[in-house]
């Protein structure tokens, strides 16, 4: 089992910048993947960014390049979105989550592991 708890979320002005961060603990192998999802209200769950826990791989849905940056610290069992110039568009709740293998999955249903979210909110 992995446990994912999201923090960093809140409210910001459109062209600020917001760091979330996910905590993961209980087992991880080398093929775990993590990832970043986000789901605005009525709207369906949306793929944002991915990571090979191992080899530091990234992925970013074409909406999020150049704005958004995933990372982590394999040494504190975190991985992190940095996301700069926001928009209002970029309002939603988001989601770390994870999954067992080194595929590059951006459909949220191959994803096994997910954390509670964490509420951004870009004002205009």
């Known amino acids: 089992q992995v446990q994912l708890v999201e923090s960093g979320g809140g409210l910001v002005q459109a062209g600020g910048s917001l760091r979330l961060s996910c905590a993961a603990s209980?087992?991880?192998?080398?093929?775990?993947?993590m990832g970043w999802f986000r789901q605005a209200p009525g709207k369906e769950r949306e793929f944002v960014a991915r990571i090979g826990w191992s080899d530091g791989i990234t992925y970013y849905a074409n909406s999020m390049k150049g704005r958004f940056t995933i990372s982590r610290d394999n040494a504190k069992n975190t991985v992190y979105l940095q996301m700069n110039s926001l928009k209002p568009e970029d309002t939603a709740l988001y989601y770390c989550?994870?999954?067992?293998?080194?595929?590059?999955?951006?459909?949220?249903?191959?994803?096994?592991?997910w954390g509670q979210g964490t509420q951004v909110t870009v004002s205009s």
């Open positions: 989550a994870a999954h067992d293998s080194r595929v590059v999955q951006t459909n949220p249903g191959a994803y096994d592991y």
């Open positions: 209980g087992r991880t192998f080398s093929s775990t993947t």
